[in-house]
């Protein structure tokens, strides 16, 4: 699944087409949408802000309207010139808008919805979203907050996940954020300590920034071979750890069954 960085950078891209413009071309080719009429209601309207927030990207028009975008497995946004080879099939795609030379497209969804502003400050999973783990100004507070009245007896790595505590972080930067803070992803978060899961927040945002700033390319343990994995757990389960040799272990956790990677000799 696309993680923050990934969605940041998607939005970084498709900035400079859109914002402050009105598009030249704005339609929705796949047959879902039917007579939503997507190319009537925005015709005319400036683009006034393309957002990511945690893993949602918000096109935010003139006159209370937005597009919510959510890609969760196989969604994907692309910013192309025009006439350039799309990265996916044209029948796969959603959404096309074009300014001058330039388009965004987004591609399988396959959460792409028109709501008013409105909508958008009460929409549930919007509204309930934490901080956003690669704001600048990210709230450390408003982020152990959030935990703290979330279930204690939850695994610390189940509920680094729920996106009502830390917007945008995935499954492999929950992995990689508690290997790198020495945290064991199964310790109940009434048995962690603030500073230690600041320890593992504060591990993975300059990380996470950095693969935005690459285009969504992890680079965090520089491998020794080419092709060699970049990351220290993340599906690198019965290889020896990178610091200790001990095996990789993964075991699903939580509600949904995420599969949580650790070492279970560095992280306690
Ligand atoms: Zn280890």
């Not at 400079?16 to 047959?31: C, I, K, M, Q, S």
């Not at 006034?48 to 969760?72: M, N, Q, W």
């Not at 400050?121 to 982020?143: H, I, N, Q, T, W």
């Not at 994995?229 to 993964?250: D, N, Y």
Request: net charge positive.
């Amino acid at each position: 699944m696309p993680e923050g960085d990934t969605i940041h950078y998607a939005a970084n891209r498709i900035r400079p087409v859109l914002a402050g413009h009105v598009p030249d071309e704005l339609r929705t080719p796949h047959p879902r949408f039917g007579r939503s009429r997507w190319e009537e209601r925005l015709a005319g309207r400036a683009v006034e802000a393309v957002e990511a927030i945690g893993k949602h990207i918000l096109l935010r028009f003139e006159g209370d309207l937005t597009i919510h975008s959510h890609l969760r497995m196989t969604g994907s946004w692309g910013t192309y010139a025009k006439g350039d080879r799309w990265r996916r099939n044209p029948r796969r795609a959603w959404l096309v808008a074009r300014r001058g030379d330039e388009e965004a497209v987004q591609f399988d969804g396959p959460v792409l919805e028109l709501m008013t502003e409105s909508r958008t400050r009460f929409d549930r999973r919007l509204a309930l979203l934490g901080p956003d783990v690669l704001a600048e100004d990210f709230d450390e507070g408003r982020f152990l907050a959030r935990l703290r009245g979330d279930d204690a007896g939850r695994g610390i790595g189940d509920a680094l996940l729920d996106q009502r505590n830390l917007a945008g972080i995935g499954n492999v930067w929950k992995s990689e954020g508690c290997f790198l803070a020495g945290l064991d992803p199964w310790r109940r978060t009434a048995q962690v300590s603030d500073a230690e899961v600041l320890d593992a927040v504060r591990a993975i945002r300059p990380l996470m920034r950095m693969s935005l700033e690459r285009g969504g390319r992890i680079v965090t343990y520089e491998p020794s071979r080419r092709g060699d994995s970049p990351l220290w757990v993340f599906e690198r389960t019965g290889l020896p750890c990178r610091r200790c040799g001990a095996l990789i272990r993964a075991r699903g956790q939580g509600d949904d069954n995420r599969t949580t990677y650790w070492c279970p000799r560095c992280q306690t």
